[in-house]
């Protein structure tokens, strides 16, 4: 299935936000993984990495791309050093985890893990710890410390979407925000 | 003339757009996520306030109900800003992202 299509049901607004443009041909790679990795961003490269092997469901493909695109708008935004920097790999997985819908009351039901109040944010500290384990020769302790350290600033940090998304008013929403921009620094 | 600048004011968006911010708060569905992520239940409030007072600005052009949406919109802004980044931004994007693959 052409990955113009995967590319076309994700929030075309991502897309804009990272004020790096994104060109598909460039920015993705579409390749066969390891285990169950699902996907990657390759800051060498400047790649979002797609396991073509390891995606078989659209709504999986939407949300992996978001996720990576979080990750590409990071390292356009910001100066992460993802290598050497522990807790800016971190934090960029929490946001991650946490604006991608990889934490949502479905997904993580499907996964049998039941849960209700606030498990989102366990969830997102869970997921981060995973993610960190799955490219980097750390304990899970350290992890988990590293995750603990900056989980407060970066669940906070909702860029570029300036909320949660949910689900697709949120989205919508958002983007609407977005589009007012300009006007709105104007009128304050 | 700076009378007429003041009157030119206009809300960054619609005033049905704050309605509708606040009715999809006021949802069951944003209660479900908002108590799955936060563990209690939104405050939709500001929400309401900030369309009457838009409404009382493009009907009446009332000075309080303008410096009040203007200040609830600033507010919005810091509570979205209110963390300590772990990283320095950029300032501008990073040089290689367009660099050929070889």
């Given at each position: 299935?052409?990955?113009?299509?995967?590319v076309?049901?994700?929030?075309?607004?991502?897309?804009h936000?990272v004020?790096s443009?994104v060109?598909?041909?460039?920015?993705?790679?579409?390749?066969?993984?390891?285990?169950?990795v699902?996907?990657g961003?390759?800051?060498?490269?400047?790649q979002?990495?797609l396991?073509?092997?390891?995606?078989?469901q659209?709504?999986?493909?939407n949300?992996v791309v978001?996720?990576?695109?979080?990750h590409?708008?990071?390292?356009?935004?910001?100066?992460?050093?993802?290598?050497n920097?522990?807790?800016?790999?971190?934090?960029?997985?929490?946001?991650?985890?946490?604006?991608?819908?990889?934490?949502?009351?479905?997904?993580?039901?499907?996964r049998?893990?039941?849960?209700?109040?606030?498990?989102?944010?366990?969830?997102v500290?869970?997921?981060a710890?995973?993610?960190?384990?799955?490219?980097?020769?750390?304990?899970?302790?350290e992890?988990?410390?590293i995750?603990?350290?900056?989980?407060?600033?970066c669940?906070?940090?909702?860029?570029?979407?300036?909320?949660?998304?949910?689900?697709?008013?949120?989205?919508?929403?958002a983007?609407?925000?977005?589009?007012?921009?300009?006007?709105?620094?104007?009128n304050? | 003339m700076?009378?007429?600048?003041?009157?030119?004011?206009?809300?960054h968006?619609?005033?049905?757009?704050?309605?509708?911010?606040?009715?999809h708060?006021?949802?069951?569905?944003?209660?479900?996520?908002?108590?799955?992520?936060?563990?209690?239940?939104?405050?939709?409030?500001?929400?309401?306030?900030?369309?009457?007072?838009?409404?009382?600005?493009?009907?009446h052009?009332?000075?309080?109900?303008?410096?009040?949406?203007?200040?609830?919109?600033?507010?919005?802004?810091e509570?979205?800003?209110?963390f300590?980044?772990?990283?320095?931004?950029?300032?501008?994007?990073?040089?290689?992202?367009?660099?050929p693959?070889?």
């Amino acid at each position: 299935i052409p990955i113009m299509t995967y590319v076309s049901h994700t929030p075309p607004f991502v897309f804009h936000h990272v004020f790096s443009k994104v060109y598909k041909d460039r920015h993705f790679s579409c390749e066969d993984c390891d285990g169950t990795v699902s996907g990657g961003f390759d800051a060498a490269t400047s790649q979002i990495v797609l396991c073509q092997n390891n995606i078989h469901q659209q709504a999986h493909m939407n949300r992996v791309v978001t996720h990576e695109l979080i990750h590409a708008f990071d390292h356009c935004r910001a100066h992460v050093d993802w290598f050497n920097n522990f807790r800016h790999l971190a934090c960029s997985e929490i946001r991650a985890a946490n604006l991608s819908g990889d934490c949502s009351f479905t997904n993580e039901v499907s996964r049998f893990n039941f849960g209700l109040k606030a498990h989102h944010q366990q969830c997102v500290r869970d997921r981060a710890v995973r993610s960190i384990l799955a490219v980097r020769k750390v304990s899970q302790e350290e992890a988990q410390k590293i995750v603990d350290e900056v989980f407060d600033s970066c669940f906070k940090d909702h860029a570029p979407f300036g909320r949660i998304p949910h689900g697709n008013k949120d989205a919508k929403f958002a983007y609407r925000e977005y589009m007012n921009r300009d006007r709105y620094y104007a009128n304050l | 003339m700076e009378q007429l600048a003041e009157r030119a004011w206009r809300p960054h968006q619609a005033c049905e757009d704050y309605l509708s911010e606040f009715r999809h708060c006021r949802s069951f569905r944003n209660h479900f996520h908002h108590y799955y992520t936060y563990g209690t239940a939104p405050s939709c409030q500001q929400w309401k306030e900030d369309y009457h007072n838009c409404r009382k600005w493009e009907s009446h052009k009332l000075a309080e109900a303008k410096d009040a949406l203007q200040k609830s919109e600033r507010r919005r802004l810091e509570e979205q800003k209110n963390f300590t980044p772990v990283w320095k931004l950029r300032q501008a994007p990073p040089g290689d992202w367009h660099r050929p693959l070889d």
